[in-house]
């Protein structure tokens, strides 16, 4: 046949009937900004691995929380960098620690605009930078961190956290954490489970942001990289938990683990662009390899695509501000 009938082009064919029969959108409220507090920082310090990314001192922390308000953007995300460690990781369960009190500031910028979430884990509190206490032979003790992360979370609650994000992948830390918020009466808390938490090369530029002291890997509790149906298995447990949202993370290198998640799950559906997915579109871009804008428009579509309901991003308010401009 030498003229075809059928033309999938004719969809394509004008700015206007391409934006009509787009599968995919991406409102500012879609994206989640992660954002790092440091202590005692007098003025925001720039992350090397991650050109455009700072740790936030408190004053800081506050005009970009408004300026996030601002453009629509959905929540912020806060990692604390505390200017000491210790092995039982203090500072997290401390009411004056830095992620305490930056979350009370976040709250007060934010007003009733965007949700201020909070990262529930102990590795920038330990002087080992691993996300649990160790026993005695040096192996992340399960049960024992358990402890710590129900108390973790009710300092987080009282400073006003408003969606904890549990991101340590201790077995049955979810449930751990709902009894302790709710025998507190903190029945309204929501907890974001970062369920498909993967042991990724992908969180190297994260470790310079929050100055992690890790050595060694995080393999004996975070997902082996190739094991999709055990992704699905802890968000499954996570659900059963009692998890308002389950996350898969990092999102690019899973977008068949986030696609079987939202195929099944019964709750929301997050996936997290992190550090390295970050720090890998901006290498490039400085190189002039690729065009940034799009590069970092399309990530996040295909991240929805693949069936992300919300994606955390570090490039959530300079997207959320070209979203509103359109494009
Ligand atoms: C753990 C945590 C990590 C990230 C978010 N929460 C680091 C890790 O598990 O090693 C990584 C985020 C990123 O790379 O952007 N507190």
């Given at each position: 046949?030498?003229?075809?009938?059928?033309?999938?082009?004719?969809?394509?064919?004008?700015?206007?009937?391409?934006?009509?029969?787009?599968?995919?959108?991406l409102?500012?409220?879609?994206?989640?900004l992660?954002?790092?507090?440091?202590e005692?920082?007098?003025?925001?310090?720039?992350?090397?691995?991650?050109?455009?990314?700072?740790?936030?001192?408190?004053?800081?922390?506050?005009?970009?929380?408004?300026?996030?308000?601002?453009?629509?953007?959905?929540g912020?995300?806060?990692?604390?960098?505390?200017?000491?460690k210790?092995?039982?990781?203090?500072g997290?369960?401390?009411?004056?620690?830095?992620?305490?009190?930056?979350t009370?500031?976040?709250?007060?910028?934010a007003?009733?605009?965007?949700?201020?979430?909070?990262?529930?884990?102990?590795?920038?509190?330990?002087?080992?930078?691993?996300?649990?206490?160790?026993?005695?032979?040096?192996?992340?003790d399960?049960?024992?961190?358990?402890?710590?992360?129900?108390?973790?979370?009710?300092?987080?609650?009282?400073a006003?956290s408003?969606?904890?994000?549990?991101?340590?992948m201790?077995?049955?830390?979810?449930?751990?954490?709902r009894?302790?918020l709710?025998e507190?009466?903190?029945?309204?808390?929501?907890?974001?489970?970062?369920?498909?938490?993967?042991?990724?090369?992908?969180?190297?530029?994260?470790?310079?942001?929050?100055?992690?002291?890790?050595?060694?890997?995080r393999?004996?509790?975070?997902?082996e990289?190739?094991?999709?149906?055990e992704?699905?298995?802890?968000?499954e447990?996570?659900?059963?938990?009692?998890?308002?949202?389950?996350?898969?993370?990092?999102?690019?290198?899973?977008?068949?683990?986030?696609?079987?998640?939202?195929?099944?799950?019964?709750?929301?559906?997050?996936?997290?662009?992190?550090?390295?997915?970050?720090?890998?579109?901006?290498?490039?871009?400085?190189?002039?390899?690729?065009?940034?804008?799009?590069?970092?428009?399309?990530?996040?579509?295909?991240?929805?695509?693949?069936g992300?309901?919300?994606?955390l991003?570090?490039?959530?308010?300079?997207?959320?501000?070209?979203?509103?401009?359109?494009?």
């Open positions: 046949m030498l003229h075809p009938v059928i033309r999938p082009r004719r969809l394509r064919a004008t700015p206007a009937l391409r934006a009509l029969t787009a599968e995919t959108r409102h500012p409220s879609q994206l989640v992660p954002m790092f507090v440091r005692g920082a007098s003025e925001p310090v720039a992350i090397e691995s991650m050109p455009g990314v700072v740790q936030h001192s408190l004053e800081s922390l506050r005009v970009a929380v408004a300026e996030a308000a601002e453009v629509g953007v959905g912020v995300m806060l990692f604390g960098v505390p200017e000491h210790d092995a039982r990781g203090s997290a369960v401390d009411p004056d620690g830095i992620l305490n009190v930056a009370r500031v976040a709250v007060e910028a007003g009733d605009s965007l949700i201020v979430q909070t990262d529930l884990c102990l590795d920038e509190f330990t002087d080992h930078g691993h996300c649990g206490v160790l026993d005695d032979r040096g192996r992340v399960n049960d024992a961190t358990l402890l710590v992360y129900r108390e973790m979370a009710l300092a987080q609650a009282a006003g408003q969606l904890i994000g549990l991101s340590g201790m077995d049955g830390q979810t449930a751990a954490v009894e302790a709710d507190a009466g903190y029945h309204d808390v929501p907890l974001l489970a970062y369920s498909a938490k993967y042991a990724s090369a992908f969180y190297g530029p994260f470790r310079e942001a929050v100055q992690s002291s890790l050595v060694g890997d393999r004996s509790y975070q997902l990289p190739g094991n999709r149906r992704g699905l298995r802890e968000v447990l996570d659900i059963a938990e009692g998890a308002d949202i389950v996350m898969v993370k990092p999102a690019m290198s899973y977008l068949d683990v986030l696609a079987d998640t939202a195929a099944v799950s019964s709750v929301p559906v997050w996936a997290y662009q992190v550090s390295g997915e970050y720090a890998m579109i901006e290498a490039a871009a400085a190189n002039g390899w690729i065009d940034r804008d799009r590069a970092i428009l399309e990530s996040v579509i295909s991240i929805r695509r693949a992300a309901d919300v994606v991003s570090y490039f959530a308010i300079e997207l959320a501000r070209s979203l509103r401009v359109g494009r």
